[in-house]
């Protein structure tokens, strides 16, 4: 993502949203839990944008200038796509190298395939050549079938942007 990408703050209630910008390299802070006036905090002093279906948390946000999306439904592609018409995002596009850990949102770096043997499946260190690992939590990825889905679902997206 370029320096100019948007960064987002996402309610509690849109995990899996909050996940897939992650993926698709949009810093993207997340908590499970918190309270409404952390997350406006956090939102304000950071500068990020609010992304939740919260009525009155979007109303406090407009109050203190903070930019904010408010989401409805719960399908993913139509999510993002209510984001983009408020935040205009680059081409959605999905690689290793602008990707963030799904869980803790820092980068993924490219790592030897010889440092993860031990640490995923057999049969995934047979299959593929190229790993990468999220230096905060230890996560580590693969280009397999997750990834292929996530593909699917960009192609889907970008159609929906068009």
């Keep these: 993502m370029s320096v100019n990408s948007p960064i987002f703050i996402i309610d509690s209630m849109l995990g899996n949203l909050a996940r897939k ?4 390299g ?6 499970p839990s918190i309270d ?3 997350l406006i905090n956090i939102a304000k002093n ?4 609010l992304v939740t279906k919260d009525q009155q948390l ?30 205009k995002l680059n081409k959605i596009e999905i690689t290793t190298s602008n990707s963030r850990c799904g869980f803790c949102n820092n ?9 993860v043997t031990g ?17 905060r939590c230890n996560k ?20 929906r942007l068009k």
């Excluded at 580590?140 to 159609?159: A, C, M, P, R």
Aim: proline content about 1%.
């Design 21 to 24: 910008l992650r993926l698709l």
């Design 26 to 31: 949009y810093d993207s802070t997340y908590f």
């Design 36 to 38: 409404d006036k952390k």
């Design 46 to 49: 950071q500068r990020r944008v």
């Design 58 to 87: 979007i109303n406090t946000a407009k109050k203190q200038d903070i930019d904010v999306v408010c989401i409805q439904g719960d399908n993913e592609i139509e999510q993002i796509a209510q984001i983009n018409s408020i935040i």
């Design 107 to 115: 980068m993924l770096e490219s790592i030897e395939k010889y440092r």
């Design 119 to 135: 640490k995923i499946p057999d049969g995934v260190l047979e299959r593929f050549e190229e790993f990468w690992i999220c230096k």
């Design 140 to 159: 580590i990825y693969w280009e397999g079938s997750h990834f292929e889905k996530l593909q699917k679902f960009v192609t889907q997206l970008n159609d």
